[in-house]
């Protein structure tokens, strides 16, 4: 909290509840104050909108909006959201009080971090996103600065801010960071980690968030943002038109499987991106399984400052008593003995001077500093490098800041650029031998996807991309499709088809006709389609079997004997078993004396028997 900060606000009671103590931050959207509630005897956050922005009804309704999003998210990795209101005519939103720093405060004491705390970062951030994506809501600006760290947390460690800022911001009009390619629309997330389908003003998807916590992990491991540069418009392109690199390419010891994994959540193609943040956190978690190198070791007890030097000022003399005189004499004699030792000093050492850092240069540039310093310069064989440019410094020995004697050597390496390998034709192999053929002659991040080929058969390889011939650069992603074989077909609907026109159907769709059987029908006349398996409209294999069941017609009833009876309980008795009764009555009789069926035989029902009454 920034305390030798005035604002008028600090001792303000909001709603009689919330007493502001202390400004915490401030920017051009709005203020955040340390504050205590006296109703609950707690300390929370509270964030009042800039006055600034008090008059614009979309940004208002998206700042109360931002509120409620959060209160639907109870999680322990989410900042709480408690209660929200106005104060002066400005709304507040009063939130869980985190204390620690932001992941990019820690970024700075370290510049990257150790493998298994970036992966603990990494899957306590997708623990929060994956219970807003349940609910079907999208940060759409993770970062770093989001990113909260609570001191002596462990689970709940890590809290992610600012849910639905961003759609606040896309109200407003303005981003607050910078413009994309198209000045006349705001960019709605950090330039540094936008995915590419919001750069080009699509709708976000899960798979947004996704690929911004891809680009925060690489950050983590290396120290360093895929793309960087101070026009965010052009940062913000290069999301679309290039692939982020391998985290593998700038620290070599992250594990294959988890910059494989970083590949994947930054793939331009959203749809070849972990679906979304509890996809992308169980593959995490099967990496920290699978990788025992990668479980949470205890934290640091310090950082590290990147200060050399502190300066402590004397206290002011407020006197000379004789106790201070006979000091000063004591450090006059001390004084002429420092002297004494560094004339010796630089007759052994001081002819030594700290080396130069040649990191990045290239080579006329290192030759003229050289020449202009009194140091000789060698040039080794090189090295290959997928960061540094051809012809640019990539190593140097000694080391800069390493001691060296005046007009000494030192031996550089200059980059000779990316290892270069050229892609084996591997259509038609298996799997298995594609992927031993790289390993062996391509230095390259393997990625393989699966589709299907009419001509390839299941397991081999349909494609590879760059295809065979091509250059490929040590370290980059190389795709290979395997196929899983024919694509299914849909089960052509033949019910109630003659068995003719059933298999007609049945084998111009590919398939061919299985089993076929037959039972009784009421409804389907005989020789037609009663039942399918499988039914129509479902998939089935190229060169599947479609099983059949044919009608029989209406099951055959036994005609029961009914002379002798009345005309009602003849007509009762046939009507019963479902046939349809006809009377022939010339006397106008009333018993039966005769029928057309004879009694014992069979007749399908809804026949029609006559009978004769006398």
Known sequence: MDNTTTDRRIGHIIDGRYRLTGLIATGGMAAVYEAFDQRLDRTVAVKIISEAHADTDEFLAAFRQEAKTIARLSHPNVVGVFDQGSHEGLPYVVMELVKGITLRDLLNQRRYLSV????????????????????????????????????????????????????????????????????????????????????????????????AVGVMLFELLTGEVPFDGEDPGQVAQRHVSEDIPSPKTLRGDVPQSLANLTLAATRRDIDQRPVDAGDFGRRL??????????????????????????????????????????????????????????????????????????????????????????????????????????DDVFA?????????????????????????????????ASEEEALNALAKDVNAEV????????????????????????????????????????????????????????????????LTVGEVDSRYSDSIPEGHVIEQSPRGGEGIGVDGVVD?????????????????????????????????????????????????????STAPKGSTIWIWVR
């Open 396 to 428: 140097q020995e000694p080391a800069a800041g390493d001691r060296i004697r005046s007009g000494g050597t030192i031996t550089v390496t200059l980059s000779l650029g990316p290892e270069q390998f050229t892609m084996p034709d591997l259509a038609g």
């Open 285 to 390: 978690q099967h990496i920290k399984t699978a990788n025992p190198t990668t479980t949470i070791g205890p934290r640091p007890t310090q950082n590290i400052s990147t200060a050399k030097t502190t300066y402590v000022p004397m206290a002011q003399r407020s006197g000379s008593s004789p106790a201070a005189q006979t000091w000063m004499k004591i450090g006059l004699v001390a004084g002429v003995l420092l002297l004494l030792a560094g004339l010796g000093w630089w007759a052994g050492f001081g002819q030594y001077t700290d080396t130069p850092s040649l990191l990045g240069q290239d080579r006329e540039t290192v030759e003229e500093y050289a020449n202009e310093r009194g140091f000789t310069i060698e040039f080794d064989d090189g090295a290959y490098s997928n960061r540094v440019p051809v």
């Open 447 to 510: 990625i393989v996807v699966n589709g299907y080929s009419d001509t390839v058969p299941q397991g081999h390889v349909i494609s590879t991309e760059p295809g065979a011939g091509r250059t490929v650069n040590s370290g980059s992603a190389v795709e290979v499709m395997i196929s899983d074989g024919r694509a299914p077909v849909t089960t052509p609907e033949v019910l109630s088809l003659s068995e003719e026109d059933a298999r007609a159907s049945i084998e111009r769709a590919g």
């Open 116 to 211: 298994p705390e970036a992966v603990e970062i990494t899957r306590q951030t997708l623990e929060a996103l994956e219970a807003a994506h349940s609910t079907g809501l999208i940060h759409r600006d993770i970062k770093p600065e989001n990113i909260l760290l609570k001191e002596g947390g462990k689970g709940d460690r890590v809290k992610v801010a600012d849910f639905g800022l961003a759609e606040a911001i896309q109200s407003l009009g303005t981003d607050g960071q910078g413009r994309g390619p198209n000045p006349d629309k705001p960019l709605l997330a950090t330039a540094a980690y936008v995915a590419p389908e919001l750069v080009l003003y699509q709708p976000a998807r899960p798979q947004s968030d996704v690929y």
């Open 548 to 600: 059949l069941v044919l009608s029989d017609g209406p099951e055959p009833i036994q005609v029961p004997n009914v002379t002798d009876m009345s005309i009602e309980q003849a007509t009762e008795e046939l009507e019963s078993l479902g046939f349809v009764v006809r009377v022939f009555d010339l006397i106008n009789g009333d018993t039966v004396f005769r029928q057309s069926e004879e009694a014992g």
